[in-house]
């Protein structure tokens, strides 16, 4: 996205810093999408209002998925001068915050909350009790209204 709106400036001869110009829409273009995603979200109507289940998971959802870019960010940057031991640990945990949390995770609950599902089935869709999940520190994923998230153990 970054580079067509660099290019775009380029292309325009307009001033100053056409890579500059780019990052910063494309950042910009980011932000309207997170705004799109609230208006449609709360298009549900009563199920999406404040306090909800659905809406403490959508607003982890997205919490969590900014975390995960800003995770693979700083492994760019910060990565090769990094311990090499640590680099799969750092990339679970990118490919976690960034992906399995925001297309797999989340929207299970997501859609469970929304379905009005008992808190034990939602329970069940995070990665302590997932069986398709990997093991991950889910302290982060603690929503208030389903209670503490401890490790999933093998064989349950």
Not at 4 to 23: N, P
Not at 25 to 44: K, P, Q, R, V, Y
Not at 56 to 78: K, T, W
Not at 109 to 124: V, Y
Request: with cysteine.
């Amino acid at each position: 996205m970054h580079r067509r709106f660099s290019q775009l400036h380029h292309a325009q001869g307009w001033a100053l810093d056409s890579e500059r110009f780019g990052h910063a829409a494309a950042i910009l273009t980011g932000d309207l999408c997170l705004s799109f995603s609230e208006e449609a979200f709360t298009d549900i109507g009563a199920q999406a209002a404040a306090g909800t289940r659905a809406r403490l998971i959508f607003n982890l959802m997205r919490a969590e998925v900014m975390a995960g870019q800003y995770l693979d960010i700083l492994e760019e940057v910060a990565g090769p001068v990094r311990d090499r031991a640590g680099a799969v640990t750092r990339a679970q945990s990118i490919i976690r915050f960034k992906s399995a949390k925001y297309s797999t995770e989340h929207p299970l609950a997501l859609g469970g909350a929304l379905a009005d599902a008992p808190d034990e089935l939602l329970r069940a869709t995070r990665p302590s009790r997932c069986r398709w999940a990997r093991h991950s520190n889910c302290a982060t994923t603690s929503w208030a209204s389903l209670g503490p998230c401890h490790h999933w153990q093998a064989g349950r």
